[in-house]
Nanobody, 123 residues
Framework: QVQLVESGGGRVQPGGSLKLSCAASGTPGSKFRVNSMGWYRQAPMKQRELVAEITSGGSTQYGYSVKGRFTISRDNAKNTVYLQMNNLKPEDTAVYLC??????????????WGQGTQVTVSP
């Protein structure tokens, strides 16, 4: 199993920036490879939506509402994915969740989710 830990959420004014991080780790002694990693968000009374995804090779995909404002990147050596969020808007307020698709040497494959980090954009 692979666990994800997010960090970097908080409160920011409209037009501001935040950077989220999400690090993947396995159980002690396990060996795994992380394939795609991504960020989703969920606001109250709304469906969970894709924010951005990135493959291990660096190909990216963005949700329509964040294109041009958010940038996803990753450090494969650290099994960490980042989300740089610029020009934040009140409608970006949500819980941001990281996910990762992984495989182990067993072999076993799966998708893990982080616990979520709150991003609040308000004056």
């Amino acid at each position: 199993q692979v666990q994800l830990v997010e960090s970097g959420g908080g409160r920011v004014q409209p037009g501001g920036s935040l950077k989220l991080s999400c690090a993947a780790s396995g159980t002690p002694g396990s060996k795994f490879r992380v394939n795609s990693m991504g960020w989703y968000r969920q606001a109250p009374m709304k469906q969970r939506e894709l924010v951005a995804e990135i493959t291990s090779g660096g190909s990216t995909q963005y949700g329509y509402s964040v294109k041009g404002r958010f940038t996803i990147s990753r450090d494969n050596a650290k099994n960490t994915v980042y989300l740089q969020m610029n020009n934040l808007k009140p409608e970006d307020t949500a819980v941001y969740l990281c996910n990762a698709d992984w495989v182990t040497v067993v072999p076993e494959a799966g998708r893990s989710w982080g616990q979520g980090t709150q991003v609040t954009v308000s004056p």
